[in-house]
């Protein structure tokens, strides 16, 4: 295993198409505070790479031959379960979603989404958060203000602050973390960090309680 920087996010980039690996990590390389230590073009490759480096976390490609990025997410985290993995997919579905959580994954970005949205998700996830795309979001917090609403959950909303109650909105509203930032003229980070309160407000602060969400929804059979 060779010797990891310090300080810095360690990812390994795992997709089958060698222009989208190269996109991701030239958009990687670019950030101060990650280092890629390896790509791979598949599910099996990937394994054997996790075991040389040790990464921190995965950008994991879904749809690969030999193994794919399910499969791939089941068996790293079985043997690593501290490695973090991000799904990365071209399928915008709530069902996905829950399928991946409970592989192992800290979310998914969408292969349409802005290059922000990857970076929030990278550190996100090595932060030990969940990261949830713009239609996920929307759907949670639509689900909290209909509880709001009939008055199940007024005390946690009278907890948000006025900003808080911003980000709420337009997260409802499926705007992403740049375009929240660039609405309310604040960082990116910033909003993300809001989120992040908010879902705690929610209840939804890691993986095990939205695969919960998802069964008592009605969204995914059983939670491991």
């Known amino acids: ?30 950030q ?9 073009a598949d599910g099996r490759d990937a394994l054997n790479l996790v ?4 990464p921190d976390l995965i950008v994991m490609d879904i749809q690969m031959p030999n193994l794919n990025g399910l499969e791939a997410t089941r068996a ?6 501290q490695i973090r993995v991000i799904g990365l997919t071209m399928y915008e579905s709530d069902e996905y979603f829950f399928q991946l959580l409970n592989a ?15 970076l929030a998700a990278i550190r996100a996830a090595h932060a030990g958060d969940v990261f949830l795309y713009p239609s996920m979001a929307r759907r949670l917090v639509s689900d909290y203000l209909a509880r709001v609403k009939s008055g199940e959950e007024q005390s946690s909303y009278d907890g ?3 900003r808080e109650r911003e980000v709420l909105k337009l997260v409802a509203e499926g705007y992403t973390n740049q375009a929240i930032a660039e609405k309310l003229v604040i960082s ?10 908010i879902m705690q407000r929610l209840n939804l602060q890691n993986r095990a309680e939205l695969i919960q969400y998802a069964v008592r929804k009605g969204l995914l059979d059983g939670a491991s």
């Open 1 to 30: 295993m060779e010797k990891p920087n310090q300080g810095k996010i360690r990812v390994l980039v795992v997709d089958d198409h060698t222009i989208v690996r190269e996109g991701v990590r030239l958009l990687l390389e670019a």
């Open 32 to 40: 101060p505070d990650i280092e890629v230590v390896g790509e791979a």
């Open 51 to 54: 075991r040389r480096f040790q």
């Open 76 to 81: 790293v985290k079985q043997e690593f379960p």
């Open 104 to 118: 192992g994954a800290s979310g998914y970005v969408l292969k349409k989404a802005a290059s922000a949205d990857l």
């Open 160 to 162: 948000l602050t006025a």
């Open 188 to 197: 990116p980070s910033t909003v993300q960090t809001h989120r992040t309160r």
